[in-house]
């Protein structure tokens, strides 16, 4: 058994076959996700898991080089742009319409499906390479 890290199976299988620069999308229960991208669903209840957790525990494991996230965000969220930030704080961001961060999950390796219920609460991340 597994003794640290994330315990998903799904997530940790995701993670170790990440390339340099291949995305992999974190968001929020509403989400919708392209038939093309595996969806790995923790949803459990309305708030369970947040995003901010779900995304603390996959950057323990997977190393980002940029983050994409909605313009949107800004003004509709901005609470959770902090929390963003905060978690990521030396990672650069690109801001984008939502509606290309949803066409551009198409691209993603996978999307991990979180309970959050809060607006925009969705990121796109850019593996990086650790050396």
């Known amino acids: 058994m597994k003794k640290t890290g994330v315990m998903n199976s799904n997530i940790s299988r995701v993670i170790a076959d990440m390339g340099h620069m291949d995305w ?7 989400t919708p996700v392209p038939a093309e991208t595996e969806k790995i ?6 708030g ?4 901010i957790d779900v995304l603390e525990e996959v950057l323990k494991e ?3 080089q ?3 996230i909605a ?11 902090e929390a ?4 990521l704080p030396n990672v650069e961001i690109e801001f984008i319409p939502h509606s ?10 996978a999307f991990i499906r979180t309970g959050e219920e809060t607006p925009y609460s969705n990121v796109i991340l850019e593996s990086g390479v650790t050396f």
């Not at 992999?24 to 509403?30: H, I, K, Q, S, W």
């Not at 963003?84 to 978690?87: A, D, L, P, V, Y």
């Not at 290309?100 to 390796?109: A, I, P, V």
């Open 24 to 30: 992999l999308g974190v968001g929020d229960a509403g």
């Open 71 to 81: 313009e949107e965000i800004k003004t509709e969220n901005p609470k959770q742009l």
């Open 84 to 87: 963003i930030k905060k978690t």
């Open 100 to 109: 290309e961060l949803k066409k551009d999950l198409k691209t993603s390796k």
């Open 48 to 51: 369970l898991p947040s995003f």
């Open 66 to 68: 940029k983050i994409y």
């Open 41 to 46: 669903d923790l949803s459990v209840r309305p």
């Open 62 to 64: 997977l190393e980002v």
